[in-house]
């Protein structure tokens, strides 16, 4: 079926009634806080690029960035310190790992494979520049606000249930400055910036605006404000297609070939170049850390409507 | 500049004049019949979805197919066997390891990472069905001869020098048997096969007319025959854009954004789902075994008209 | 206890009664010969150094040497090629890994680890020198005659059944000719050698000769003829100490603290540098290839005479 | 040359003279502390089972012990915890990969390979029980103490040295804490002991009674005291001879034969049980972070007398 021709809406809805009593999976449970989730929400949105919104179940309900923030505190720093000075400190391949593994970090270059996994986005968040703590949180959170259209805060409890118990993220932090890849003498405050910026509170709408920003070459959907360049959109888009879910990243290419991510908490967007972003929210994931409901929905719209970027132009 | 009103002939003799003195690379020399190419050779071809042809330089040179057949067998085997079966035998996702590694076979599954390197080929090349070892290579032949409309050969001095010294291939059928994924009696018969697909003669029109046909969701550009289904084609790009610049891939995506592949005589081909396939071919090549005229090429071609699949409609 | 004024005699039908009905471990299943094995089998035999032989239960039962061989083996290479070809060849670093790994080959020096694994000892068989395929099998079985002190012979069905079914050492051998490990031509030849190295009859005493040996400083206990000297004698014991268990090497020398080497088949036997040869044959071994009844007597033994060569002096 | 009727002083100055003027190596420099100590320091003390002491050199000359604390902790907190615990805390696994290698964590067990490495030493050291730091720190002084038979101190220049720059040693220590081999809490706490433990002052002959004190099965030389039993001192000189060179073991079992360690800081100890205990003091290390001269007298020694644990007795 042709996309163009479809009932965007009457699609959302339907992926949603077909999903909304799925029950596979689980709640995150490495921090204490992101256990609490209710089981049952579920929420989709799909934002086009020219900022048409469609909307189904729990799609206002909030919950934090987690990893969906790395693609774009990467794009914050790349466009402030260049490709080149990126590239010195964090590489671009897929690792066949998963996305805490710190064993990338003993091999030849030291840096971490790609931006995707903790270990690469706690170097980039170490990259945000400012004088202060809070000037460089400030520069995260306002590029988040951006996208939203809307304030946002850190959710306090998710931070401090974090702070607390991310041994690995701490020990791959020593490790990253053992390798003179996090500069600065602060690790405490390093890994607080990365911590906060994980804990950032948004809903799928949300979401699906920053996806379809991406999709948009930068531009926002709804401000039309080029938040990015189409160059850091389109890098961005590239890392999140090869990097993006991690050591599933080659199967979600052959079977649904969007560039995407997703969170712990339970978030997972795609954007679709040119066309829109889209975004679903469901806490309960597998065991790779994707939302499975999200997994559902987005391998779901892709066959049907040959969404893949690979088969453009000729379905 | 948008691709749409651009002079493609123009385009094509452009990059070649401007690489056609870059001498840098060296001939492959892992086995000695290859090293035996002329260094000076260089052609370039692009065919669009729809027929076009436009060529430079030495495009209508034959040279033996290496890992650039890699893509097509898979397709031939995928459709023979379905899914399911071939995920069962060789996975799809990319390795940070490099085109010739054994190492994956030890872990977990054994199956290889992926059908694009040597240890996934050989897979799908045992796959490939038939009573006799003639009426396998027969298929292999005949697709190649439908993409290329015009009969080709084995060049047997290659494939007998590829036979002779490749021992690091006969490691890996031998592990590929002792896990099961190989399971037919005859490791020497399936290495052959393997080695004669390698030794296929195709000149640079040729390949491009592959690249042009996986663009074009299978259908030829000039018979117009459905070689692959729609379905297969989007799978092999998919595969291509992950795994078929083997351990560069992220940079490759990041840098061209394309689905590409290479083979180690010098042929490199990518295409753009929709619109074209392109091929290069230019015997000297980089440590990981991609030609270096190619490389430039394509880069230059994808940065001039922004043609990474991820900047798709925003270009 | 000390062990001098022990009666060696009861010591060795103390631990036959009391592991007789044992019956845990599992037959070898890699080779299907070796699954014909009698689990009731098991024969203890203790050689000293000057002579003395003291046997229980079915000491005179014959099996195949299987890795048993290597130390062996290594030491008629070393002596023909001396020390330092031999490093360059074969290293004496335990791995972690398992026996029949093949990982270690892709690092840095494409050596073999250590002679105890399978790529070591297969590179160690190719170093036996001869024109002609028999000439070099008959250097092996004399040397094992003049242990044995009688003639010996091959099993021709577990030679045949393990060069059938051998596709990881055929993987391992071609590997180690990619890397020049392995300078012959024929592979096949190579793998046979090795084959029937490994498919050599030896009886339970026959083995605590070949120990007794190696603790009297090269001289058989009783020919007295000096087989290897003094300095061959200690090489083999260090690596049989460091990497003669595998991965279980550590462990191993934590818990009995005697140089030993198991082979699958069943057989097990460690030596006191000057002082005995100790074998146990019995068939059922553990997931890493050692026999179950051996362990334990072993076990046993150092325990409870202080036996670790680190004891020694103190006990 | 049998070592009972050799002149054990006029031994030690033979090699005294010979490597007083061998330059090769370099001052530790991963501290800023250790690159500040005189490269012409060079003592040798020997020192046998009943308490003889012979030395050459800057013997009485302080440096700190490095790794060359780690067995006495070891056996410290295995005589306080047990075997079974302290087997499900720490390994005893030689490991292919460097002292300092925080690989070994990520695999199955997320055990320490052993305690010879710093994983391994780190995880042991936060077992040492006590109210406070000072009553741990207070039982691993008065270890050494009572090695030394003279009261010692932390050089605190080290310590703040080793603290300030000890990034990698934090990334694993919150690494065992994320695996909960580290079970306390005070993650910096755990480290600050490790670190002064590594940085208490001892001579070349403090050292020598260390090793001759494993050498004596846990009696003290001089004091007749037994500080460790029997069974610890086996199980250290056990850990020592087959991980305490770490990824050199094997060649050191091959080429030397006694338990030995090292500390970067320019210490080397080895002992043969039963006999003696020797230490090299020199400043100049290698790439594996071994004292060069003390390298050479051990293996000077051990070939000239015939040390092996596994010549013992036949020499």
């Known amino acids: 079926m042709k996309l163009e021709s479809a009932d965007l809406q009457k699609i959302i809805n339907g992926y949603y009634e077909k999903y909304k009593t799925l029950k596979t999976g689980h709640l995150a449970d490495y921090i204490p806080e992101l256990a609490k989730a209710n089981s049952d929400h579920f929420g989709i949105a799909l934002v086009t690029v020219d900022g048409k919104i469609f909307t189904a179940g729990d799609f206002s309900q909030n919950f934090t960035l987690q990893s969906a923030s790395k693609p774009f505190v990467y794009g914050l720093a790349l466009e402030a310190i260049g490709r080149e000075k990126m590239l010195s400190k ?5 690792t066949g790992e998963a996305f805490n ?3 990338e970090l003993e ?21 945000i520049s400012g004088k202060t703590f809070n000037e460089r949180l400030g520069k995260i959170v306002h590029l988040f606000e951006q996208f ?25 932090a020593h490790l990253l400055k053992h390798f003179a890849i996090i500069e600065e003498d602060h690790i405490d405050e390093a890994l607080d910036l990365y911590f ?27 401000s039309r404000k080029q938040i990015f360049t189409a160059e850091t959109s389109r890098d961005i888009l590239s890392l999140m297609f090869t990097c ?25 967007f795609a954007a679709l170049p040119g066309r829109f972003g889209i975004a679903v929210y469901s806490p309960l994931i597998d065991q790779h850390g994707h939302s499975c409901r999200g997994l559902k929905v987005l391998e779901d719209f892709s066959r049907d409507f040959a969404l893949s970027v690979f088969s453009n132009g000729v379905r």
């Not at 091999?107 to 990259?127: C, D, F, Q, T, W």
């Open 90 to 94: 964090v590489g671009v391949e897929p």
């Open 101 to 103: 593994s710190i064993i």
């Open 107 to 127: 091999k030849e270059s030291h840096r971490p494979y790609n931006p995707m996994i903790n270990s690469g986005a706690i170097a980039v968040s170490s990259l």
């Open 148 to 172: 939203c259209g809307h304030s946002i805060a850190v959710d306090e409890n998710v931070f401090e249930s974090e702070k607390k118990t991310a041994h690995r993220n701490r020990a791959i």
């Open 196 to 222: 906060k910026q994980c804990s950032l509170l948004v809903n799928t709408v949300d979401l699906a605006k920053m996806a379809a920003t991406l999709a948009g070459g930068g531009v926002h959907p709804e």
């Open 244 to 268: 993006g879910m991690y050591d599933t990243a080659g199967k979600w290419a052959y079977t649904v070939g969007l560039p995407a991510k997703s969170g712990v908490s339970g978030g997972l």
